[in-house]
């Protein structure tokens, strides 16, 4: 009996402090995430115009767009352009950035990329490490961007091989 009372208090201490761990460790995720979303991720995007997994959170939309984008690993978008131009503020992980005709340019935290008016181009993450932008579409309501083909599986492992 003695020695079946001992078990069970034995069990139920490793239960009572594996849940406290646990907790614990949400409550520091739950911290992690909040420190690091400086703005809203947004809801995650069809495939039409990207692919993988790629949120958005569209954060001021009057003239110029501004939104918040991220992509997971290899998440990217399709080829496209800005007819206005547009400007990206890297404020998360590591990416990839490639204008048509160009060697494809690694992209980081703290980065700003100036992309001219109807430069065909796309964006996106590495293949191991996700990216978060602010993308500035200047005069987006007038002149909306115009989507391309997909970048392939091939064609992104081809570019990101030159790296
Ligand atoms: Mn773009």
Same mark, same amino acid.
């Given at each position: 009996? !003695? /020695?079946?009372? =001992?078990?069970?208090?034995?069990?139920?201490? &490793?239960?009572?402090? #594996?849940?406290?761990?646990?907790?614990?460790?949400? %409550?520091?995720?739950?911290? =992690? $995430?909040?420190?690091?979303? &400086?703005?809203? !991720?947004?809801e995650?995007?069809?495939? *039409?115009?990207?692919?993988?997994?790629?949120?958005?959170?569209?954060?001021?939309?009057?003239?110029?767009?501004?939104?918040?984008?991220?992509?997971?690993?290899?998440?990217?978008?399709?080829?496209?352009?800005?007819?206005?131009?547009?400007?990206?503020?890297?404020? *998360?992980?590591?990416?990839?950035?490639?204008? $048509? @005709? !160009?060697?494809?340019? !690694?992209? %980081?935290? @703290?980065?700003?990329?100036?992309?001219?008016?109807?430069? /065909?181009?796309?964006?996106?993450?590495? *293949?191991?490490?996700?990216?978060?932008?602010? =993308?500035?579409?200047? *005069?987006?309501? %007038?002149?909306? #961007?115009q989507?391309?083909?997909?970048?392939?599986?091939?064609e992104?492992?081809?570019?990101?091989? %030159?790296?």
């Amino acid at each position: 009996m !003695k /020695k079946t009372s =001992a078990i069970t208090l034995g069990i139920l201490t &490793l239960l009572i402090f #594996s849940c406290q761990e646990k907790s614990f460790q949400n %409550k520091e995720n739950q911290l =992690a $995430e909040k420190q690091e979303m &400086l703005f809203p !991720k947004g809801e995650k995007v069809p495939n *039409d115009k990207f692919t993988g997994t790629v949120y958005q959170s569209i954060l001021s939309d009057e003239g110029t767009r501004v939104s918040n984008v991220t992509f997971e690993p290899n998440g990217r978008t399709n080829w496209h352009n800005h007819p206005g131009g547009q400007t990206l503020l890297v404020t *998360d992980g590591v990416g990839y950035h490639q204008e $048509e @005709g !160009k060697p494809v340019q !690694k992209i %980081k935290k @703290g980065d700003i990329i100036k992309i001219g008016k109807n430069v /065909k181009h796309w964006h996106g993450g590495t *293949d191991v490490e996700s990216m978060t932008h602010i =993308a500035v579409s200047i *005069d987006h309501e %007038k002149n909306p #961007s115009q989507w391309f083909e997909a970048v392939s599986d091939e064609e992104f492992k081809n570019e990101i091989s %030159k790296k």
